[in-house]
């Protein structure tokens, strides 16, 4: 009893018309499919190609739909069919073999084809594109049997062809036009720190050069450039960019710019044609991307099966590169412009930078490089237009440290249903939740295998995470009760706790009785414990060098050369000409890289050998300055009272003696202070843990500041009158913070948890309290020793730590 | 082309603190030479597996176990493979004790 179903034909068979397709299916669509393709096999993701190059893909794992597929859901496919032209007036599709067939629907998808530069030597044999299997065939066998390839563009797909091709063993140029890399999706300083790493991975570079010839005989031996320099290559891939593929349209008369003209609902100029994915032009954008085309598949599928559906209205594309140990991210807007707020974040040890956009405090854009795990979110927020709040900034600006990523699943909550997840594989929102609840899915790695998500580039994973987190609810909260890593779920108050009531002594009685699930915990809870057991046993806890990070276990700062910086004490910021002189005799003699002033007015000894560490300090005969350990770093000083005209109080000399009296003890974080003379402020308080201000009638203290990766200014905290007061304040924040801080957590955090004016009942508003404070933080500065003193008088320390042995 | 392995001698036990990692360089190879709490000595090449590379002696040794100190990755000691969720692996080389005094075989 079945009507006649309609003849839906779709001409291109890539990732848009096939994910389509896809949905039509899904719909239950009443219609007869017939599917045209130039290219000789079924459908592929594209997008793996640069897998296929690398080798870590063959062809046959790229495949999306076989050819059991098409069998199965009754599709008439033609591959290695290009078709010509489309007869609005007889209703038929006409393909260059002679086939025509009658259509009441067409899609056009015919995607793009690689631009290739009008230069001349263009069409010698030896240059490629990167678009499809045939492409990537040509390179697989071209690295056999050359060895120096020229990839140009140094855009999202050339970098991923020249990394292959590195891969693949040959000796690969990027030529690039611009002076920055992927610079339609990366500012400044991603793009050089992307540069930095791929050198670092074997592909050279010739910037800010444009090809203006191809040489060669027969085949390609070399480019020549606009400044007259030259480079010799015997392959070539061009990767500068791609050209909506509007032939068939053109030659059927549909109105044509760039690419083929639609409207919200993928309509073209003629009845019953529509076009989607790379060849299409909505609203003035062609789209290079994939996950535009399945948000244009989606509104297009429910469009053909008469579903209701909102217009398409534009897609906000990310990017996301796909070479290992290479991470970037950008999304939105991403080159600031006055107009933006910024914030910002770069790591020059770790290599990464980060970046977010605001526009009227709206997430407007953000660009990642090094650690992507916020990729997804940030994607999310630009897409929703987030306002940015504390908890947002807080989440992904935050530390990265164990503990703090709670309460993550609120925003895929609001989510709609439809929404792509996965960009790369169109799995929406839905497929996951379904996956979840109708098979019982529990882990990412199943969800994967089921509907598809994460299988390419991977950038979504963080949000199936917390979809399927959402989802689970309790019994995924019960699976992962989050204690201060995963070797424990005790959180750190109740080891804090345990310690005290059980009266635990080491790190590793600490975790035997309380039921490590990792005999020997982690990187994460050993420092955490052993700063814990030295902060409430101050004189009787032996700390344990194997549990501190290498920075402090060396006493110095390690640096990405595997050198280390030293920094000696200067009280206060202020130095003496003699010990300047020390200092210059010693960086002479140990060939010391770099001189630098720090941000805390003392003087960083970069690139001591670690095998000269203890003979540096021996030399400089200075106290440790602690620019590497969780621990009072600097008291930063203005000139004040002693010379400034406008000075009210001594701030060097109160610098000099707090910077005394506090260095040298643990903290949960690092700790950095400031004093000013007067209310001018020049040392900056407002961005240090505590920060001073000296007046007329005493001193104001602020606490809670911080300048680096989380800026925030201080709070006001209170005023004091006397020096002494001023100092036993002082005393019992620290201490209070010592007692009450998460490790790895900076007072601007912890301020911020604890309340502010839960910290000022407990110091101001009860005085015995604040002496107890005073007096515990006073008892265990009575045990602290320097670590470099300490190591030179220990000799088999000093070896064992030091000196590499040499065979 | 295998080369032959050659034995050295890299020190005596007490050289090498519990838990703390040491540098060995032997010619142009850097060996990150660990002692467990257990009292196992173990040998690694002295490069993280993490594609951005980066030294190993410097990490956290938990059980068997070393946490790379810039990426956190947890390398098993005896076999020198990366554990789950990340990819990778050390080349490791074996450690024998006579008495006090430790050799390597590279
Ligand atoms: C190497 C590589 C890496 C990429 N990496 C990413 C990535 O990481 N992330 C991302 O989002 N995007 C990436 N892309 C882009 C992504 O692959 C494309 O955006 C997507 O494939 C476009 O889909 P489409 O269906 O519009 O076009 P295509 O997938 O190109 O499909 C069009 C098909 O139509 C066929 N065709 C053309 N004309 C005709 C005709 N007249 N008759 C019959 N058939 C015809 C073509 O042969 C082709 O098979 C990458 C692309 C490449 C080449
Ligand atoms: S803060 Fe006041 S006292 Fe200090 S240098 Fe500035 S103006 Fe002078
Ligand atoms: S978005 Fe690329 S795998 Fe999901």
Request: aromatic share 6%; hydrophobic share 35%; glycine share 10%.
């Amino acid at each position: 009893m079945t009507a006649k179903r309609e003849n839906l034909v779709l001409v291109g068979n890539g990732m848009a018309g096939i994910g389509t397709i896809e949905q039509i299916l899904k719909l239950g669509g009443a219609y007869d499919i017939t599917v045209f393709g130039s290219e000789p096999h079924p459908n592929y993701n594209r997008i793996m190609l640069s897998y296929v190059l690398e080798g870590s893909k063959t062809l046959n794992d790229i495949i999306l739909n076989d050819w059991n597929w098409y069998e199965d859901n009754n599709i008439t496919l033609h591959t290695g069919t290009t078709v010509t032209r489309i007869d609005e007036e007889s209703k038929q599709v006409v393909a260059d073999n002679g086939l025509s067939v009658p259509y009441d629907k067409v899609i056009i998808a015919t995607g793009s084809n690689s631009f290739i530069l009008p230069v001349p030597g263009s069409d010698k044999e030896g240059v490629v594109g990167f678009r499809d299997i045939s492409d990537c065939d040509a390179m697989l066998a071209a690295a056999k049997q050359y060895s120096k390839a020229a990839v140009i563009g140094g855009g999202l797909l050339g970098l991923e062809a020249a990394k292959g091709l590195v891969n693949l063993g040959m000796d690969v140029t990027v030529v690039h036009l611009m002076e920055d890399l992927m610079e339609r999706q990366l500012d400044r300083n991603a793009s050089s720190m992307l540069q930095a790493e791929l050198e670092r991975q074997g592909v050279k570079f010739a910037m800010g050069k444009q090809t203006v010839e191809l040489t060669g005989e027969q085949r390609v031996s070399g480019l020549r450039f606009s400044d007259d320099s030259t480079l010799a290559a015997d392959f070539v891939v061009m990767a500068v960019g791609i050209k909506p593929n509007v032939t068939l349209a053109k030659e059927s008369g549909i109105s044509v710019k760039r690419g083929i003209v639609v409207d919200d609902y993928l309509q073209t100029s003629m009845q019953n044609v529509y076009s989607i994915g790379e060849c299409a032009e909505h609203r003035g954008v062609c789209y290079g991307l994939v996950a535009p085309l399945f948000e244009q598949g989606m509104v297009l599928a429910k469009h053909l099966c008469g579903s209701e559906t909102k217009p398409y209205e534009g897609s906000i594309v990310s990017t996301k590169l796909k070479i290992s140990g290479v991470d970037v991210f950008s999304a939105g807007e991403f080159l600031d412009s006055p107009e933006h707020t910024v914030i910002s974040s770069k790591d020059e040890w770790k290599r990464t930078y980060k970046k977010i956009l605001l526009k009227n405090n709206v997430i407007v854009g953000a660009v990642l490089f090094g650690d992507v795990t916020e990729s997804a979110n940030l994607q999310k927020l630009v897409k929703q237009g987030a306002v940015m709040t504390d908890e947002i900034y807080t989440e992904v600006m935050g530390t990265g440290c164990c503990g703090g990523g709670a309460k993550k699943g609120a925003s895929v909550e609001t989510m709609a249903d439809e929404e792509i997840v996965c960009g790369c594989n169109g799995v929406t929102k839905k497929a996951i939740v379904d996956a979840v609840t109708e098979h019982g899915f529990t882990t990412v790695d199943e969800i994967k295998a089921c509907t598809g998500a994460t299988r390419s580039c991977g950038g979504c994973k963080p949000v199936v995470e917390q979809i399927l987190e959402f989802v689970l609810g309790d019994s995924f909260q019960q699976a992962a009760k989050q204690g201060i890593c995963g070797c424990t779920t005790l959180s750190r108050d109740e080891i804090v706790a345990e310690i005290t009531a059980k009266g635990l002594k080491t790190t590793k009685e600490v975790m035997n009785v309380l039921g490590w699930k990792q005999e020997e915990g982690c990187s994460k809870c050993r420092p955490a414990i052993n700063y814990y057991l030295g902060m409430i046993n101050p004189d009787t806890h032996q700390d344990e060098k194997e549990s501190r990070f290498v920075n402090e276990r060396m006493g110095a700062n390690i640096q990405k050369d595997g050198t280390y910086t030293v920094i000696p004490r200067m009280y206060g910021g202020v130095t003496t000409p003699e010990d300047l002189k020390k200092i210059a005799d010693v960086s002479l003699k140990y060939d010391v890289k770099v001189v630098k002033v720090t941000g805390g007015q003392r003087l960083d000894l970069i690139g001591v050998k670690k095998e000269d560490l203890p003979k540096v300090w021996e030399e400089l005969d200075m106290p440790s300055g602690y620019g590497y350990a969780k621990s009072l770093r600097t008291v930063k000083t203005c000139v004040g009272s002693q010379f400034c005209r406008f000075g009210t109080q001594d701030s060097m000399g109160m610098g000099a003696l707090m910077e005394r009296k506090y260095e040298r003890l643990d903290f949960p974080a690092k700790f950095k202070m400031a004093v000013n003379g007067c209310p001018r402020n020049c040392a900056e308080s407002c961005t240090k843990d505590i920060g001073i201000v000296g007046n007329d009638g005493g001193w104001e203290v602020f606490i809670g500041g911080n300048g680096g990766i989380k800026p925030r200014i201080a709070d006001a905290f209170c005023k004091v009158k006397t020096d002494e007061e001023l100092i036993e304040v002082c005393s019992a924040v620290m201490q209070y913070y010592r007692e009450t801080g998460n490790y790895l957590e900076r007072t601007s955090e912890w301020v911020e948890r604890m309340g502010l004016e839960q910290i000022q009942t407990v110091i101001l508003n009860n005085e015995e309290n604040r002496k107890e404070l005073a007096a515990r933080i006073d008892f265990a500065l009575t045990q602290v020793t320097d670590p470099w003193k300490k190591i030179l008088n220990d000799n088999s320390t000093r070896t064992a730590l030091f000196e590499e042995t040499r065979l | 082309m295998k080369m032959a392995t050659q034995t050295y001698t890299i020190g005596t036990v007490q050289d090498f603190l519990l838990q703390i990692g040491r540098v060995v360089v032997a010619g142009n190879m850097e060996l990150a030479v660990f002692r467990t709490s257990d009292g196992a000595i173990y040998a690694l090449e002295n490069r993280s597996p993490h594609p951005k590379g980066g030294p190993l002696a410097e990490g956290i040794v938990s059980g068997h176990f070393l946490y790379d100190p810039l990426y956190d990755w947890k390398i098993d000691l005896r076999t020198g493979e990366v554990q789950a969720p990340d990819q990778g692996s050390v080349v490791t080389y074996p450690v024998s004790l006579s008495g006090d005094i430790v050799t390597v075989s590279l």
